[in-house]
């Protein structure tokens, strides 16, 4: 029986040590979670870094959306390409026919049946 005795003594000693442990390890919990909370200016904080984000992200999706349009600057190069080139093509014309560029454009929609100047 002397036996019985100790071991119930040490079984209860053993509950009372997990139990002892585990509310320190919950109250030990408890203080990490009551510092990791953010305060409500940090709150504040972080939603108006969301906003800034998700505003830009909304900015650039407009932007590759409207690239199909062509208002990217690749787009007005080009084009500010073509229009040198069709300007140039209009003065070497010029110079070798005698016609100026008014002329010239008046001939063609003449010639395409566009408009009738007679």
């Known amino acids: 029986m002397r036996g019985f005795g100790v071991r119930k003594a040490g079984l209860g000693a053993s509950v ?21 909370l953010p305060t409500v200016e940090q709150q504040r904080v972080a939603a108006r870094q969301m906003i800034a984000y998700f505003k830009e992200k909304k900015v650039e999706a407009e932007y590759e959306k409207n690239k199909q349009l062509g208002w990217v600057p690749k787009a007005e190069i080009a084009n500010g390409r073509w229009v040198m080139f ?15 560029f008014i002329e010239q454009i008046k001939l063609l929609l003449v010639n395409l049946s566009i408009v009738d100047f007679d």
Not at 16 to 36: D, I, P
Not at 86 to 100: C, K, Q
């Open 86 to 100: 069709g300007l140039l093509v209009g003065m070497l014309t010029e110079y070798s026919t005698g016609v100026n």
């Open 16 to 36: 009372r040590a997990r139990t002892a442990c585990a509310a320190s390890t919950s109250n030990r919990v408890l203080e990490q979670s009551s510092k990791q």
